[in-house]
């Protein structure tokens, strides 16, 4: 079976038969993408897995490897740290981000496969396509769509699927 393959460009994600009002990071999209820098790296990358908030939405249906979110789950941000952009059981001693968020923005989290084959410290970390805050703010380098196109869009995702972020 084929999966769809998404684009983003211009406040939109694409993907065929669909499409989404989208944001990107608040320092837009860039081709040499840095730890902190608030864009999100150009290019073509893998839709590696999924993870999804058991207490505020039914198991979604996705091909892609799928997890519940503990409250214990976050993901490493300090580029000196050996598990720099991977996911890590909190408390954690080296900076990171939490993924159990009261803000609903990490409800459904797919991780998209930026700088994890090999890692490279101080590229960028914790790149994921997730649930837009109400107002659409931009994000700190992610892609962001409504958490009601999101959802269904995950049974569309599968192995082989990628996103396509382009400036």
């Known amino acids: 079976m084929?999966?769809?393959?998404?684009?983003?460009g211009h406040g939109t994600l694409a993907w065929p038969g669909g499409s989404a009002r989208a944001v990107?990071?608040?320092a837009g999209v860039t081709r040499d993408k840095r730890e902190g820098d608030q864009a999100s790296p150009a290019g073509t990358f893998p839709l590696v897995r999924a993870f999804y908030r058991p207490d505020r939405l039914a198991v979604p249906t996705t091909a892609l490897p799928?997890?519940?979110l503990e409250p214990s789950d976050g993901w490493v941000d300090a580029p000196d740290d050996?598990?720099?952009?991977r996911l890590v059981t909190l408390p954690y001693p080296a900076g990171h981000e939490e993924l159990w968020r009261a803000d609903g923005l990490y409800d459904v989290i797919v991780v998209i496969g930026y700088n994890t084959d090999p890692v490279m410290p101080g590229k960028g970390s914790a790149i994921?396509?997730?649930?837009?805050?109400?107002?659409?703010?931009?994000?700190?380098g992610c892609i962001a769509?409504?958490?009601d196109a999101l959802v269904p869009l995950?049974?569309?995702l599968g192995p082989g699927s990628?996103?396509?972020i382009a400036r």
Do not use: W
């Not at 084929?2 to 983003?8: C, F, Q, R």
């Not at 050996?82 to 952009?85: E, K, P, Q, R, T």
């Open 2 to 8: 084929t999966y769809a393959d998404l684009v983003y």
């Open 24 to 26: 990107c990071g608040k």
């Open 66 to 68: 799928l997890a519940a």
């Open 82 to 85: 050996a598990n720099y952009n």
């Open 128 to 140: 994921f396509l997730h649930c837009a805050s109400p107002d659409f703010a931009g994000t700190a």
């Open 145 to 147: 769509i409504a958490r």
């Open 154 to 156: 995950l049974g569309l």
């Open 162 to 164: 990628t996103i396509t």
